[in-house]
C-alpha cells in the first residue's frame, strides 16, 4: 500500500509529466491502432471509430494540460485532466458496450454501412444513433492478447486514464 500512496503522490506532484506520458500512450494506442488496420488488414467498425476519436480527444487534452499547466492544484489542470477524464470514461463506455456485443451477439447481425458512410447517408441526427447500435462487424473479433479483444484492452485502457486524471483532479496547490 505504501508503493501504491508513494505512487499516486508522485503523479499527484508532477502533472505536467503525467499528462505528457498520457499523451504519449494515446499516441501509442492510436499508432498501434494504425498499425492495425493498415499492416494488418483489421478494419475498424464504427464503435472503433469513435472510441479512436475518443482516444485522440483526451491525448489532445492531456498535450495541451501538459503545456498550460505549472503547478499541482491548479485550475488549468483541474480543467484539462476533467475533460480528459469525462473523453477517457465516454470511450470506456463505447469500448464496454462493443465488448458487451462481442461477448452476447445479437441473433440477427448485418455488417452495415461503415461509420462515413452512415455520416454521408443519414442527417447527424440519425447517423449518431446508428453509430452507437453497433453492426455486425463490431460483434466480430479479429485479434486478441491474453484472451482480451481489442475492444476489451480499450476499455482497460480508458478506464487507466480515467483514473488517472481522477489522481491529478485531487492534486493540491504546492
Not at 503522490?9 to 498520457?22: D, F, I, M, W
Not at 458487451?100 to 440519425?126: H, N, V
Not at 479479429?142 to 486514464?161: E, K, P, R, V
Request: hydrophobic share 55%; with cysteine.
Amino acid at each position: 500500500m505504501n508503493a501504491l500512496n508513494a505512487t499516486l503522490s508522485t503523479l499527484r506532484q508532477h502533472p505536467r509529466t503525467t499528462l505528457l506520458l498520457v499523451a504519449l500512450w494515446c499516441a501509442a494506442l492510436l499508432g498501434y491502432g494504425l498499425y492495425l488496420q493498415h499492416v494488418d488488414g483489421l478494419e475498424p467498425c464504427p464503435m472503433c471509430v469513435v472510441q479512436r476519436y475518443a482516444m485522440i480527444l483526451v491525448g489532445l487534452l492531456a498535450l495541451v494540460g501538459a503545456a498550460l499547466v505549472r503547478q499541482p492544484g491548479s485550475g488549468s489542470l483541474k480543467v484539462m485532466a476533467g475533460l480528459a477524464g469525462v473523453f477517457a470514461l465516454f470511450g470506456a463506455f463505447v469500448a464496454a458496450r462493443q465488448s458487451w456485443l462481442q461477448w452476447f451477439p445479437p441473433e440477427i447481425s448485418t455488417c452495415g454501412r461503415d461509420f462515413f458512410g452512415m455520416i454521408e447517408a443519414f442527417p447527424l441526427k440519425r447517423a449518431i444513433p446508428m453509430i452507437f447500435k453497433g453492426s455486425g462487424d463490431c460483434t466480430h473479433i479479429d485479434w486478441t492478447f491474453l484472451g482480451l479483444s481489442i475492444a476489451n484492452w480499450s476499455f482497460l485502457n480508458f478506464m487507466l486514464m480515467a483514473a488517472l486524471a481522477a489522481v491529478l483532479l485531487t492534486a493540491r496547490r504546492a
